[in-house]
Nanobody
Framework: QVQLVESGGGLVQAGGSLRLSCAASGRTVSNYAMGWFRQAPGKEREFVAAINWSGGNTYYADSVKGRFTISRDNAKNTLYLQMNSLKPEDTAAYYC?????????????????WGQGTQVTVSS
């Protein structure tokens, strides 16, 4: 089993930055693809960004492209999401996810393991 714990959320003004972390435990996720999803109140959980096992391939939702950067440190078993130029519409609970396949995926159902989420609130 893999346990995922997100951290780094908080309250920030529009235009600001946050860096989310997702620490994995239970086993190494160095050969897992991983992703970030978010869920705003009253909305479905949506894809944000994904990364393959090596970090050499990434993909972003159009809404965050050019502002967010996903990365990983396999030696630390940790996933990151650097969020810049934050907007009020980025306000949501952010979840990291892992799938026991090396190739990245945009589909929520393709991920087997999920964290509990960290709240990001962007004020205008």
């Amino acid at each position: 089993q893999v346990q995922l714990v997100e951290s780094g959320g908080g309250l920030v003004q529009a235009g600001g930055s946050l860096r989310l972390s997702c620490a994995a435990s239970g086993r190494t996720v160095s050969n897992y693809a991983m992703g970030w999803f978010r869920q705003a109140p009253g909305k479905e959980r949506e894809f944000v960004a994904a990364i393959n096992w090596s970090g050499g391939n990434t993909y972003y939702a159009d809404s965050v492209k050019g502002r967010f950067t996903i990365s990983r440190d396999n030696a630390k078993n940790t996933l990151y999401l650097q969020m810049n130029s934050l907007k009020p519409e980025d306000t949501a609970a952010y979840y990291c996810a892992a799938r026991p396949r090396g190739s990245l995926n945009l589909i929520r159902a393709m991920y087997d393991y999920w964290g509990q989420g960290t709240q990001v609130t962007v004020s205008s």
